[in-house]
């Protein structure tokens, strides 16, 4: 090999079909991923940052806030398989160290803001922890002056 990335081997065309299937999804939203990602993108909800069709093991996330290790789903009209299928994804997702919020595309499309609170309230389960680190740092700061 001449030290140049070989872009013909299994591992690389497997990444190019994860990359196709994701381009695919992200492609064919519903409408409910489609107003929701207006609400995430961009770092708009308290400037954590979402990803769309994010792998995760073998399944695709809705939407994924990687530093926070969450996962939002939606989910639309379901029949007994696809709860299991739903179910399923939640257990591998967990796995990962993922916590997955589930809403239903009707709410996303009806009570957005009531989504974008909950959601934000996850998220802010994180920071307390955080604030305390910070706090005694900063008291750390203020008595070594």
Same mark, same amino acid.
């Given at each position: 090999m001449n030290g140049e990335d070989d872009t013909s081997g299994p591992l690389s065309r497997s990444r190019e079909r994860v990359r196709g299937r994701a381009r695919t999804l992200r492609e064919n939203a519903t409408d409910?991923?489609?107003?929701?990602r207006? +609400? $995430?993108?961009? =770092?708009?909800? /308290? @400037? +954590?940052?979402?990803?769309?069709?994010?792998? %995760?093991g073998p399944y695709f996330a809705d939407f994924a806030c990687l530093d926070a290790k969450r996962v939002i789903e939606l989910d639309g009209?379901? +029949?007994?398989? /696809?709860?299991?299928?739903?179910? /399923?994804?939640? =257990? /591998?997702?967990?796995? !990962? @160290?993922?916590? *997955? $919020?589930?809403?239903? &595309? &009707?709410? *996303? $499309?009806?009570? %957005?803001?009531? *989504?974008? !609170?909950? %959601?934000?309230q996850t998220l802010q389960a994180l920071t307390p922890a955080l604030s305390r680190t910070r706090e005694r740092e900063q008291d750390t700061k203020d008595t070594s002056k």
């Open positions: 409910a991923e489609t107003l929701l207006y +609400h $995430l993108r961009d =770092r708009r909800l /308290a @400037g +954590h940052k979402f990803r769309r069709q994010r792998p %995760i009209a379901q +029949h007994s398989e /696809a709860v299991a299928y739903d179910d /399923a994804r939640t =257990r /591998a997702m967990e796995s !990962e @160290g993922f916590r *997955v $919020l589930r809403f239903w &595309n &009707n709410e *996303v $499309l009806t009570q %957005i803001d009531l *989504v974008r !609170e909950q %959601i934000l």
